[in-house]
């Protein structure tokens, strides 16, 4: 991250986001122990803005979400590394996304940007929603480098 000023931005734009209840986590590990002990949470999984500039704007749409959710959501913002982590565990296919969590379990995703008119009803549906198996088989799928012969 020292090396990429978007990172480093981004990073930064989560911590001022503090006071309005984002709380920034670099460590997967972390996330998941916070999502242990929380009701329901949600967790902002960000991507390199270069690649997905949409992870800008999900940092300044996810207080003003929580804002329509008074004390029901807990939220989380992970940087890139431990968003993918976690993506790869939930079976999140594009970044950024919202992850909604309970009690450590999985509830639902928002992958992507949605308008503001689909968001909060579509965040109401997941908090009614009971927690559920994620998405996938749970095995990350990677290439190898060799070749079957």
């Known amino acids: 991250m020292a090396d990429n000023p ?17 709380e920034s986590c670099a460590d997967a590990g972390v996330l998941l122990d916070k999502a242990a002990a929380a009701a329901d ?9 270069a690649r997905s500039p949409e992870s800008w704007d999900m940092a300044v749409i996810l207080p003003e979400l929580l804002r329509d959710f008074p004390g029901r959501l807990t939220a989380v913002a992970l940087l890139p590394d431990a968003a993918r982590e976690v993506a790869r565990r939930f079976g999140v296919g594009r970044l950024p996304s919202l992850l909604f969590l ?8 928002l992958e992507g940007v949605y308008d503001w008119a689909m968001l909060a009803p579509a965040v109401e549906r997941l908090l009614a929603t009971p927690p559920s198996r994620p998405p996938g088989i749970g095995i990350p799928v990677t290439a190898s480098p060799t070749s079957c012969r």
């Open 41 to 49: 949470l949600v967790a902002l999984l960000t991507d390199d803005p």
């Open 6 to 22: 978007d990172l480093q931005g981004l990073a930064g734009l989560i911590e001022r986001q503090r006071a309005r209840g984002l």
């Open 102 to 109: 309970r009690g450590g379990h999985y509830v639902g995703v």
